[in-house]
């Protein structure tokens, strides 16, 4: 597993190391593992000739919105897990089914949609679809059933209001599943490319990832640059993963369970 893991870890190696290589250097033969000339140029580059920094900002917006809808989320799954009200079943199902459709199929009346209501071409309308995500929702339903009900009552009869019970005693017991539900909520946001290259007309509302694809567009024989872009895009997600990665694993176990 560790060699498997090694091999795996090639191709990443490789581009982290040839973000800080001159142009030249990427393209020799024999090529070079470590960078005999290292450079931060294409950093730089980034940053000054293209838009990196308008596109990181607006990545940053993507992502602590979908964080609100994180917080949303979870109330939608607390509400399935723990309240009776008629036709939860039926609507948690209906919820359920919204998974079995591909999201490419709901694109486009999704985007007439925001088109009657003039949001098309706007932050909001990159926003909106995605603060209610099915998945989220189901996970958070299915780790809210193994809190015992006796305990929200007794904090009930203890004079503790809807919102006091989640926010202080529901969500502290959800760190596992809100800690799972961060990262991949995280990693989707920044990850965010279709939608927004559909929705935005304007690159000064482009994500990372879109301006990703344009660099490869642009400077196709620069790969130095195309190595910065996609070392600059992976590091984060490593990191949050890193640090985080027991919470996943614990967070997807207690899922499952009922």
């Given at each position: 597993?560790?060699?498997?893991?090694?091999?795996?870890?090639?191709?990443?190696?490789?581009?982290?190391?040839s973000?800080?290589?001159?142009?030249?250097?990427?393209?020799?033969?024999?090529?070079t593992?470590?960078?005999?000339n290292?450079?931060?140029?294409?950093?730089?580059?980034?940053?000054?000739t293209?838009k990196?920094g308008?596109?990181?900002?607006?990545?940053?917006?993507v992502?602590?919105?979908?964080f609100?809808?994180?917080?949303?989320?979870?109330?939608?799954?607390?509400g399935?897990?723990?309240?009776?009200?008629?036709?939860r079943?039926?609507?948690?199902?209906?919820?359920?089914?919204?998974m079995?459709?591909?999201?490419?199929v709901?694109?486009?009346?999704?985007?007439?949609?925001l088109?009657?209501?003039g949001?098309?071409?706007?932050?909001?309308g990159?926003i909106?679809p995605?603060?209610?995500?099915?998945?989220?929702?189901?996970?958070?339903?299915?780790?809210?059933?193994?809190?015992?009900?006796?305990?929200?009552?007794?904090?009930?009869?203890?004079?503790?209001?809807?919102?006091?019970?989640f926010f202080?005693?529901?969500?502290?017991?959800?760190?596992?599943?809100?800690?799972?539900?961060?990262?991949?909520?995280?990693?989707?946001?920044w990850?965010?490319?279709?939608?927004?290259?559909?929705?935005?007309?304007?690159?000064?509302?482009?994500t990372?990832?879109?301006?990703?694809?344009?660099l490869?567009?642009?400077?196709?024989g620069?790969?130095?640059?195309?190595?910065?872009?996609a070392?600059?895009?992976v590091?984060?997600?490593?990191i949050?993963?890193?640090?985080?990665?027991?919470?996943?694993?614990?967070?997807?176990?207690?899922s499952?369970?009922?």
């Amino acid at each position: 597993m560790v060699l498997g893991g090694l091999l795996l870890c090639i191709p990443f190696i490789w581009m982290f190391l040839s973000a800080f290589k001159p142009e030249s250097e990427v393209l020799q033969f024999p090529p070079t593992i470590l960078p005999e000339n290292p450079t931060i140029d294409n950093f730089v580059q980034l940053f000054t000739t293209l838009k990196f920094g308008v596109y990181l900002k607006n990545t940053i917006i993507v992502v602590l919105a979908s964080f609100v809808g994180l917080l949303f989320n979870a109330m939608a799954g607390y509400g399935f897990a723990k309240y009776s009200f008629k036709g939860r079943e039926k609507l948690f199902f209906l919820v359920l089914s919204t998974m079995m459709i591909p999201a490419q199929v709901t694109m486009i009346p999704v985007y007439v949609l925001l088109n009657k209501m003039g949001l098309t071409n706007t932050m909001l309308g990159i926003i909106l679809p995605t603060l209610a995500v099915a998945f989220s929702i189901f996970l958070f339903r299915q780790f809210m059933t193994t809190i015992p009900n006796d305990l929200i009552e007794a904090a009930r009869l203890d004079g503790a209001g809807e919102f006091f019970i989640f926010f202080r005693l529901i969500i502290p017991i959800a760190k596992p599943i809100f800690a799972v539900q961060g990262i991949l909520t995280f990693i989707a946001g920044w990850n965010s490319f279709l939608w927004p290259l559909i929705i935005a007309s304007d690159d000064d509302l482009y994500t990372l990832s879109v301006g990703l694809s344009l660099l490869q567009g642009q400077y196709s024989g620069n790969f130095a640059l195309q190595m910065a872009g996609a070392a600059f895009m992976v590091i984060p997600i490593v990191i949050i993963f890193f640090f985080f990665q027991k919470y996943i694993v614990e967070g997807f176990t207690m899922s499952g369970l009922k």
